[in-house]
């Protein structure tokens, strides 16, 4: 296991190639790329730009500071694959039918390359995809390099070569290492291994080299790390202290009433309300597991700096469009929870950088709420491409200081009928005010002010004092779901 000073001196060393993006002249006529880096549940207070400066990220934070930040980004829905349709097709997870986990992405519904339509462009995927054939290119993708493979074989389509692995699974056997039962190597495997032999640091090289390859023609690059999901463990696990990674909104116990759905998760993972576990050990354990998240963060930094490097050497930074996002939040012992699925900002709130450097000149911020379902009219828009009638809108006239006519944002939630634990399901409204309304069809709903109660602690759905809010946000849900023809029925 790589020690505190070996991790920040292979950070070090890895960093001191990366020089600052350079602002050249663009040349005429040339087709921008679109290099879209996202990660796989990285909530957004995990970097300098959104308030923390203990984590140790370099990279994304020199990232931040060149780019538009977008200080209040929403998922779609705070769960892998309905998050993912969205940033990839710019369609409500209702409108994909991507409305849970391992449901896979309709052969007919398209891509953003799909959308683009432009053969010059050579494309590629690389990293979790979670939508269906995990290992195998599709959806305008001409090049796949995966690293996921075991857990998701039982999702693949009629015919497909179920023993088939992945492109980090081909790797980690070139360096001598032995798969275990049924010829896979699972999450926890890679979590022991160093650096150098990470997922990260496979996409990296991975990445650099399609980079420095495709250099002389247009390109778009999609890289989707898993980290810092779980298993929450890596070589960088003793990186940050307990200073340096401390528990935020915790225990964060709620005032007012909660959903029954809320409720039990908590005692599952705490162990609360039954006869096995302690809740006097869930605090140590969460953060056992906060330290270990800040180093999964830092362990995907080294290889952003890797990537970023690359982007700069190939020549082509001035002329790519850049995205830094996640597909969801963590609730990493917050309100005493963990994972994503609910509604409180920890699960639903993610880091979203933006560049293009001869569109938008100069770093900025962008404080009104927005969501993922406007990241693919935005991409459109830099690629010269009109909005084909997605829901979305783009980005661009915030990026300028503009504003919106309907500035509230929308989420989702559909419940797993296979899963009791997976609760109810739910519409969201977001308003700039700070306001947060959740309608859930089975359960208790929820209504934050959050200019009063920023830890969402409060619940004041229902009182008095609330009424006028509460009834307002409702009529926006039911005009947004007219809007998009959204089924769900709302409680009375």
Same mark, same amino acid.
């Given at each position: 296991?790589?020690?505190?000073?070996?991790?920040?001196?292979?950070?070090?060393?890895?960093?001191?190639?990366?020089?600052?993006?350079?602002?050249?002249?663009?040349?005429?006529?040339?087709?921008?790329?679109?290099?879209? $880096?996202?990660?796989?549940?990285?909530?957004?207070?995990?970097?300098?730009?959104?308030?923390?400066?203990?984590?140790?990220?370099?990279?994304?934070?020199?990232?931040?500071?060149?780019?538009?930040?977008?200080?209040r980004a929403y998922v779609s829905q705070p769960v892998c694959t309905p998050s993912r349709s969205t940033a990839l097709t710019g369609l409500w997870p209702h409108q994909s039918g991507c409305v849970r986990n391992n449901i896979p992405l309709p052969a007919e519904t398209k891509t953003l390359p799909e959308l683009l339509g432009d053969s010059d462009y050579r494309t590629a995927y690389m990293g979790k995809w979670h939508l269906g054939d995990e290992i195998f290119a599709q959806h305008g993708f001409e090049e796949w390099k995966a690293i996921e493979d075991g857990i998701y074989r039982n999702y693949y389509s009629a015919g497909r070569d179920r023993s088939a692995r992945s492109a980090y699974h081909h790797f980690l056997t070139s360096l001598g290492y032995q798969p275990g039962k049924e010829n896979s190597f699972d999450r926890d495997f890679a979590t022991r291994l160093p650096v150098e032999h990470s997922k990260p640091s496979f996409l990296a090289a991975?990445?650099?080299?399609?980079?420095?390859?495709?250099?002389?023609?247009?390109?778009? $690059?999609?890289?989707?790390?898993?980290?810092?999901?779980?298993?929450?463990?890596?070589?960088?696990?003793?990186?940050?202290?307990?200073?340096?990674?401390?528990?935020?909104?915790?225990?964060?116990?709620?005032?007012?009433?909660?959903?029954?759905?809320?409720?039990?998760?908590?005692?599952?993972?705490?162990?609360?309300?039954?006869?096995?576990?302690?809740?006097?050990?869930?605090?140590?354990?969460?953060?056992?597991?906060?330290?270990?998240?800040?180093?999964?963060?830092?362990?995907?930094?080294?290889?952003?700096?890797?990537?970023?490097?690359?982007?700069?050497?190939?020549?082509?930074?001035?002329?790519?469009?850049?995205?830094?996002?996640?597909?969801?939040?963590?609730?990493?012992?917050?309100?005493?929870?963990?994972?994503?699925?609910?509604?409180?900002?920890?699960?639903?709130?993610?880091?979203?950088?933006?560049?293009?450097?001869?569109?938008?000149?100069?770093?900025?911020?962008?404080?009104?709420?927005?969501?993922?379902?406007?990241?693919?009219?935005?991409?459109?828009?830099?690629?010269?491409?009109?909005?084909?009638?997605?829901?979305?809108?783009?980005?661009?006239?915030?990026?300028?200081?503009?504003?919106?006519?309907?500035?509230?944002?929308?989420?989702?939630?559909?419940?797993?009928?296979?899963?009791?634990?997976?609760?109810?399901?739910?519409?969201?409204?977001?308003?700039?005010?700070?306001?947060?309304?959740?309608?859930?069809?089975?359960?208790?709903?929820?209504?934050?002010?959050?200019?009063?109660?920023?830890?969402?602690?409060?619940?004041?759905?229902?009182?008095?004092?609330?009424?006028?809010?509460?009834?307002?946000?409702?009529?926006?849900?039911?005009?947004?779901?007219?809007?998009?023809?959204?089924?769900?029925?709302?409680?009375?």
């Amino acid at each position: 296991m790589m020690t505190r000073r070996t991790a920040l001196q292979t950070m070090t060393s890895a960093l001191t190639a990366f020089p600052a993006i350079a602002r050249g002249a663009r040349r005429a006529g040339d087709k921008p790329n679109l290099l879209f $880096l996202w990660t796989d549940q990285q909530r957004a207070d995990t970097m300098a730009a959104y308030g923390n400066t203990l984590f140790r990220v370099p990279a994304m934070n020199r990232l931040a500071s060149q780019s538009v930040v977008f200080e209040r980004a929403y998922v779609s829905q705070p769960v892998c694959t309905p998050s993912r349709s969205t940033a990839l097709t710019g369609l409500w997870p209702h409108q994909s039918g991507c409305v849970r986990n391992n449901i896979p992405l309709p052969a007919e519904t398209k891509t953003l390359p799909e959308l683009l339509g432009d053969s010059d462009y050579r494309t590629a995927y690389m990293g979790k995809w979670h939508l269906g054939d995990e290992i195998f290119a599709q959806h305008g993708f001409e090049e796949w390099k995966a690293i996921e493979d075991g857990i998701y074989r039982n999702y693949y389509s009629a015919g497909r070569d179920r023993s088939a692995r992945s492109a980090y699974h081909h790797f980690l056997t070139s360096l001598g290492y032995q798969p275990g039962k049924e010829n896979s190597f699972d999450r926890d495997f890679a979590t022991r291994l160093p650096v150098e032999h990470s997922k990260p640091s496979f996409l990296a090289a991975e990445a650099s080299r399609f980079l420095l390859k495709n250099r002389s023609e247009p390109w778009m $690059l999609y890289v989707n790390f898993l980290e810092p999901h779980t298993p929450f463990g890596s070589a960088l696990n003793d990186l940050h202290s307990e200073q340096e990674a401390p528990l935020k909104n915790f225990p964060g116990t709620p005032l007012g009433p909660e959903p029954e759905w809320y409720r039990r998760r908590r005692e599952a993972v705490t162990g609360e309300g039954k006869k096995a576990g302690s809740p006097a050990d869930f605090p140590a354990w969460v953060q056992r597991m906060a330290r270990n998240y800040a180093g999964l963060c830092s362990l995907v930094d080294q290889a952003l700096a890797r990537i970023l490097w690359a982007l700069e050497a190939s020549g082509q930074a001035d002329n790519t469009i850049l995205v830094y996002t996640s597909d969801h939040g963590e609730m990493m012992g917050a309100h005493r929870m963990m994972a994503k699925q609910l509604m409180y900002e920890e699960a639903i709130h993610v880091p979203l950088l933006l560049r293009a450097p001869w569109v938008l000149r100069s770093p900025g911020r962008v404080a009104p709420p927005v969501g993922h379902i406007d990241l693919v009219p935005t991409l459109l828009e830099l690629l010269g491409k009109p909005n084909p009638g997605l829901p979305g809108r783009s980005l661009l006239p915030l990026c300028r200081g503009g504003r919106r006519e309907n500035p509230n944002v929308f989420l989702e939630w559909t419940a797993d009928r296979n899963d009791s634990g997976e609760g109810p399901d739910g519409r969201t409204v977001i308003s700039p005010d700070g306001h947060k309304l959740v309608l859930y069809d089975k359960d208790r709903s929820l209504l934050f002010d959050r200019r009063k109660d920023p830890e969402e602690r409060n619940n004041v759905y229902g009182r008095p004092e609330y009424a006028k809010v509460q009834r307002q946000l409702r009529k926006e849900i039911e005009s947004w779901q007219a809007l998009h023809r959204d089924g769900m029925v709302l409680p009375d």
